[in-house]
């Protein structure tokens, strides 16, 4: 069994307890963009800077192993240092997306994570319960802060696939939370994870042409607010599937065109609430994406990975502050 090799304090990451306690009283979200490069920390770190917002850095198992743990350890500790540099100090945790075991979380704990989520939204009631009592059990020793899940979402994002949701039932978050003792609860109130949310036959049309997906689940979302008030609530699969990336990837040779997300005024809705962290990965994707295509389509020799790894960099950080201020409302509350 590897031991414990970095504590996250001293890193300088924080956990998530004191983000999500100022995020429920001050009606917003954390942001939680998920990385898997460097450039895509670059994007995230500077975009929180310049909006003064507390982020959450997340990764999953499958970008974990991509980017290398023992690398990744490290990149969190510079992006600390990267921030300090800038003159700034915004709370930052680093996070688990969809820990698939306890070993999977034990692992990222030990590695220098202040915080974890372990996802036993797949197994029967009674496992999820042990599981996640278990991985909140170990956590805890070291101040990491656990979140779990409930109900399942559907989509394709890294390891986790589902055909289809399954809404969480309020009458089950009382029993789990105080069963496991965890510190956040995602819950599925018709959010999903990828860029193919909603088939176009499950939205209506609007004057300007735009598919607008059916409404979350906000009676779901109350009645958890009734039963656990003032309890974190996550939201997973939150992204917009902006419009204007999904056109440009479109443009320039790609193929997204039936692409559907969740809208920014349901997003803006939820973060007033009791969901206090939100989730988005693939709009970062999607913005990433586009940018690559369209400077490899208008300079076809190019061949200088920075030539269009930056602009993709420069999209992403323009994106993470339009979500930060106009979506999650997190601006100015670091």
Known sequence: MESRQVDYKKTGLVNTRDMFKKAISGGYAVP???????????????GCIETDSPVIIQVSKGARNYANPVLLRHMAAGAIEFIKS???????ALHLDHGDSFETCKSCIDSGFSSVMIDGSHLSYEENINVTRKVVEYAHKYDVTVE????????????????????TKPEEVEDFV?????????????????????????????EEGVLIPPPLKFDILEKIEKILPGYPIVLHGASSVVRKYVDMIDQYGGKLKDAVGIPESQLRKAARSAVCKINIDSDGRLAVTAVIRKVLSENKGEFDPRKYLGPARDELKQLIMHKNKEVLGSAGKA
């Open 32 to 46: 939680a963009y998920n990385f898997n490069n460097m450039e895509q920390l670059q994007a995230i770190l500077l």
């Open 178 to 206: 105080s069963k496991t003792g965890v510190d956040s609860l995602a819950i599925s109130i018709g959010t999903s994870h990828g860029a193919y949310k909603f088939t176009p036959d499950q939205c209506t049309e609007n």
């Open 148 to 167: 779990g899940e409930l109900g399942i979402l559907a989509g394709i994002e890294d390891d986790v696939i589902a055909e289809k949701s399954t809404y």
């Open 86 to 92: 800038k003159g700034s100090n915004i709370p930052v």
